[in-house]
Structure formats: C-alpha cells, structure tokens
C-alpha cells in the first residue's frame, strides 16, 4: 500500500532479490487477477535466472493470465494451481517439462474447477501433488489427504498420486535424484 507497481517491482528485483537469492533455489512468481501482472512476472523471471535461480509460477488460479505458458517457454521447474490453463501452456509444459503442481486443498477451499487433468494427462505433462499449506486458501497440512483429494477430486489414479507425492515432486524442485526407491 501507497506504493507504485513498478517502485515494488524494482524493490524485488533490485534489494530483495540480492539479499534473497544467496540463500534460495529458485525464484516464485504469483501471477494473477490482485497479485503480479504478466509483465511484472516477467522482469521477475529474468532477475531470478539472471541471479541463478530457477522459476516456478502460482499460475492460472484465479484468472488466465499466460504466465503458465511463459514461464514454461523460460525453463521453469513447475507451475503451481492450473485451474485455468490453456492448450498452449499445456503444450509449452509438456515440451519443456515443466510439472503441473496440483493443489486439491486450494482448489477445494476456494471452490474452483479443477485443473484439466486429462489433458495434463495426455500432453505428457509431469503432475506433481502439493498442500499449498497456509491459512488463507488451503488449511490442509496433511499432503496424504490431498494425495487422496487428487483421486477423488481431480480424477489422477493411486499411481499418479503415488508419484506425484514424491518423483514427481522432487522433479518440481529440481531435484530429480529424489523420491525414488
């Protein structure tokens, strides 16, 4: 509040970038109707992988914006929420492999549609599964309970929902050597 857009933006690629990144992996953007334009979520990106970190997005949530796409075109790790993504992000996701992060807590507690799983699904698309925990949008800590919702919910199968709890998501943290037996 009482702060220009473009005054915040410079603050967080500028100040809070530098003092951040030395202790961070990667670099999240929330890109939606009320947060980040699509612009903004740009200038982001760029100062992010500029200053060695990788991208991830809170995308498609709330509204279509196109950063699902974007961010998968810039090599993004993954893209969280997904409710209204498009054919091209879909597209832009499955060719960079870029995971969809699903979050069934959000989804649920905020009463939207669920992300398009079969076409996820079909694209090739890496679905991982998340709590999103926090008090706001998903008051749901336990990630068995929304690996369960994605089934029931989402329509993704145990199996998917197996490794979409661990392979899947140690992928969408850049950490591929993880979740596996």
């Given at each position: 509040?009482?702060?220009?857009?473009?005054?915040?933006?410079?603050?967080?690629?500028?100040?809070?970038?530098?003092?951040?990144?030395?202790?961070?992996?990667?670099?999240?953007?929330?890109?939606?109707?009320?947060?980040?334009?699509?612009?903004?979520?740009?200038?982001?990106?760029?100062?992010?992988?500029?200053?060695?970190?990788?991208?991830?997005?809170?995308?498609?949530?709330?509204?279509?914006?196109?950063?699902?796409?974007?961010?998968?075109?810039?090599?993004?790790?993954?893209?969280?929420?997904?409710?209204?993504?498009?054919?091209?992000?879909?597209?832009?996701?499955?060719?960079?492999?870029?995971?969809?992060?699903?979050?069934?807590?959000?989804?649920?507690?905020?009463?939207?549609?669920?992300?398009?799983?079969?076409?996820?699904?079909?694209?090739?698309?890496?679905?991982?599964?998340?709590?999103?925990?926090?008090?706001?949008?998903?008051?749901?800590?336990?990630?068995?309970?929304?690996?369960?919702?994605?089934?029931?919910?989402?329509g993704l199968t145990p199996e998917e929902c197996l490794a979409g709890i661990t392979s899947v998501a140690a992928r969408a943290l850049g950490r591929p050597d993880r979740g596996h037996l």
């Open positions: 509040p009482g702060q220009e857009r473009q005054h915040y933006v410079a603050q967080v690629v500028g100040p809070m970038l530098e003092a951040c990144a030395p202790y961070c992996d990667a670099i999240d953007v929330y890109c939606d109707r009320g947060a980040f334009t699509l612009a903004e979520a740009e200038v982001i990106f760029h100062a992010g992988k500029a200053a060695g970190l990788a991208i991830r997005a809170h995308a498609e949530q709330v509204a279509y914006t196109g950063v699902a796409e974007m961010a998968a075109q810039m090599g993004a790790l993954s893209c969280d929420h997904l409710e209204r993504i498009d054919d091209a992000a879909i597209v832009a996701m499955a060719k960079a492999g870029t995971v969809a992060v699903l979050l069934p807590g959000a989804m649920l507690y905020l009463r939207d549609p669920a992300p398009p799983v079969s076409r996820l699904r079909a694209a090739g698309v890496p679905m991982a599964i998340a709590t999103d925990f926090n008090p706001g949008s998903s008051p749901v800590p336990d990630l068995w309970m929304c690996a369960t919702l994605a089934c029931v919910t989402m």
